[in-house]
């Protein structure tokens, strides 16, 4: 067994943790359908070819919004409304999900794919609907 110093330790662990966490980008190749849907093409979104990878994007209907790859399947993904339940504060991204942010926010804490972590909020952050495949997600 190898002995690791505290510094060792302090800093691998940070860097497990930049693992799990892939900031947050902005979407490219964003593209409104009929029917108010909105295509995010995965051509033009590098980070969601990765577990973990994130875009934001803003949509008329549900303003700001999270496409986040859940698994290498091609439905992998989660779509969350970054708006919080609690009072519709829009969170930010930090090291273990989503957090919303004072001095407006109340510290109400969320897993990256929106899963209630600490309140006072008492849901998770909304999830939308979407269809996905090899190409594109589809927001409904
Ligand atoms: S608005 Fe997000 S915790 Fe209150």
């Known amino acids: 067994m190898i002995a690791l110093s505290r510094r060792q330790f302090i800093c691998g662990s940070a860097a497990v943790a930049a693992l799990a966490t892939t ?3 902005a979407a490219n190749g964003v593209k409104n359908l009929p029917g108010g849907k909105t295509e995010v093409s995965l051509a033009a979104n590098k980070a969601l070819g990765s577990v973990g990878g994130i875009v934001e994007l803003s949509i008329k209907k549900y303003g700001k919004v ?16 970054l708006s919080c339940p609690h009072a519709g504060v829009i969170v930010q991204q930090n090291a273990g999900g989503w957090i919303c942010p004072g001095p407006r926010g109340h510290g109400s804490e969320f897993g990256m794919n929106g899963a209630l972590k600490v309140g006072p909020a008492n849901s998770g952050l909304k999830p939308i609907k979407f269809t996905a495949n090899s190409k594109a997600v589809v927001i409904s």
């Open 66 to 81: 999270a496409v986040i790859r859940t698994s290498k399947s091609a439905k992998g993904f989660a779509v969350v409304n």
């Open 23 to 25: 900031p947050a980008l």
